[in-house]
C-alpha cells in the first residue's frame, strides 16, 4: 500500500471519530492534527522532522542529521504500531477541540445565552467512570456509606442499602437517587464528589456544543423539559477538561439579573451597583446610585419587568435607591416605613413592629436579603418582644 494510501485511510478514520463523538474540528485540522502527532512521533524517538502536508505525494522531512533527507510517511509505522499513533492523533485531535471551543465561547463569557434543554443527568465528570467495591452489604445511613466510601454528605440521616458488587460511580449515583431522593455530583472546583438533596444537572445544548449547569447553579423547584429553550448565563469556560464538559452555565449567579436588566432597560447601564442580594426564583434587591444621571422611571418599565420575572420563575426584582440617610436606606431594603433604631457602628438595626412576620418574610427570605444588601444586622421585634427585652435588659442593669 503506498504513502498516500495510508495517511487517506487514517484521514478517514480520524474524520469518523470526529463525527462519534460531535467534534467541531474541520478537514484541514484534522490534517494539522496529524501533521502534529507524526512530528510528535519522531521528537519520542530524538528526531527532529518536518511533515509536509503541502506537497504531493506527502513527505516526512528529517533534519537531524547533518543531511536533510526524505522519509516516506508508511516507513513510519516500522518503528511504530498504527494503533499507538492513531492515540497520538486523538490527542492532538481533543486538544483542538479544547481550543477551539474555548475561543469561541470565551467572548461569550457573562453573557445571557438561549439554549435547548437536552436533559437531566449526574454531574460527575471524569470520576463517573470510577469504580467503588462494596465487599459486604451495607445497611445504614447515608453520612455512614459517605464517610466508609470518601463522598461528603450534607445531612444524611436517611437510611440506605448497598449489595455486594463493583459498582461503577455513575451507577452507584443511580442507586443512591432511587433509594433516598440524594443526587450525587461532583464540586467544579473542589473536584470532591458529594451527596445532597437537590435537583440532577442539566445539559444544554449551546450553538451545538454540550454545556452542564451542575444542580447548585438551578433555581430552586424550576423544571427543564427536554427541548425547550431556556436563556442562561454561560459563567465559566474550562480550557482544560480533557473528559466531561467545557461549559458551565448558570440562572442562579447575581450577573444573570444584571444582564438581564441591561439587556432590556438601556437606562440600567449608567446606574452604579452598589450591592445585589439574590435568593433566585425568590427575590432580588439591587442597591442602586444615580451618580446625578437622572432617576430610572420604573413606571414605563413595568411590562418588562414583569417578562423577567417571568423568565426567572417568578422572582421578584426589588430596586432600592443609594441614599447619605442610612436609615431610609434600611427602611427601603426592608420594605418598611416606619421607625428603625439604627447602630452604625456595630452595624446593626432593630425593628419593633405589629407585621413582624411580613418584615421578615416567608422562610426568613426578607430581612436576610436585607442583611446581605446593606451589611446590617436586623433584630425584628414584636412590640411585646420588645417590652420583656427591655425590662430584661433593665434587670440586668
Not at 24 to 41: F, M, N
Not at 131 to 136: A, F, K, S
Not at 292 to 312: D, F, T
Not at 361 to 385: Q, R, W
Request: hydrophobic share 40%; net charge positive; aromatic share 12%.
Amino acid at each position: 500500500m503506498s504513502s498516500d494510501n495510508y495517511f487517506l485511510r487514517i484521514q478517514a478514520t480520524i474524520n469518523s471519530y470526529i463525527r462519534e463523538n460531535s467534534y467541531h474540528l474541520d478537514g484541514s485540522e484534522v490534517l494539522e492534527a496529524i501533521k502534529c502527532a507524526v512530528e510528535q512521533t519522531y521528537l519520542l524517538m530524538n528526531k527532529k522532522v518536518v511533515f509536509n502536508i503541502d506537497k504531493a505525494p506527502f513527505e516526512i522531512v528529517d533534519l537531524s542529521g547533518e543531511e536533510v533527507r526524505s522519509i516516506p510517511f508508511k516507513a513510519m509505522f516500522a518503528l511504530i504500531k498504527p494503533g499507538h499513533f492513531l492515540e497520538q492523533i486523538k490527542f492532538f485531535v481533543e486538544r483542538f477541540e479544547r481550543e477551539k471551543i474555548f475561543a469561541t465561547f470565551r467572548p461569550l463569557k457573562g453573557q445571557i445565552i438561549k439554549a435547548e434543554v437536552m436533559g437531566e443527568t449526574f454531574f460527575l465528570g471524569s470520576r463517573s467512570y470510577e469504580w467503588l467495591r462494596v465487599n459486604r452489604i451495607f445497611e445504614g445511613t447515608i453520612r455512614e456509606f459517605g464517610n466508609k466510601h470518601g463522598i461528603y454528605v450534607e445531612s444524611g440521616k436517611e437510611r440506605l442499602t448497598v449489595y455486594p458488587k463493583d459498582y461503577r460511580t455513575w451507577d452507584i449515583a443511580s442507586h443512591i437517587c432511587d433509594e433516598t431522593g440524594y443526587v450525587m455530583s461532583i464540586n467544579p472546583h473542589r473536584k470532591i464528589l458529594r451527596l445532597k438533596k437537590q435537583g440532577k444537572a442539566v445539559i444544554f445544548n449551546l450553538f451545538g456544543t454540550l454545556a452542564v449547569m451542575p444542580s447548585d447553579e438551578r433555581i430552586k423547584d424550576e423544571t427543564y423539559r427536554q427541548g425547550e429553550e431556556r436563556d442562561v448565563v454561560l459563567y465559566d469556560v474550562n480550557q482544560t477538561a480533557r473528559e466531561g464538559y467545557q461549559l458551565y452555565v448558570s440562572r442562579r449567579q447575581i450577573h444573570f439579573v444584571v444582564s438581564y436588566l441591561a439587556s432590556y432597560i438601556p437606562e440600567f447601564r449608567e446606574v452604579r451597583i452598589r450591592s445585589i442580594a439574590r435568593e433566585p426564583g425568590v427575590c432580588c434587591k439591587l442597591l442602586l446610585q444615580y451618580n446625578g444621571n437622572g432617576k430610572i422611571r420604573w413606571g414605563r418599565y413595568e411590562a418588562v419587568l414583569r417578562e423577567i420575572q417571568n423568565k426567572l420563575s417568578g422572582e421578584r426584582i426589588e430596586f432600592i435607591e443609594y441614599r447619605d440617610d442610612i436609615e431610609s436606606v434600611l427602611q427601603q431594603a426592608l420594605g418598611y416605613s416606619g421607625s428603625i433604631k439604627v447602630n452604625t457602628f456595630e452595624k446593626t438595626a432593630m425593628v419593633v413592629t405589629t407585621r413582624k412576620g411580613a418584615i421578615i418574610g416567608k422562610g426568613g427570605v426578607n430581612v436576610k436579603l436585607a442583611g446581605m444588601l446593606t451589611g446590617y444586622k436586623f433584630t425584628v421585634l414584636s412590640p411585646d418582644e420588645y417590652v420583656s427585652v427591655v425590662k430584661q435588659e433593665a434587670t440586668a442593669c
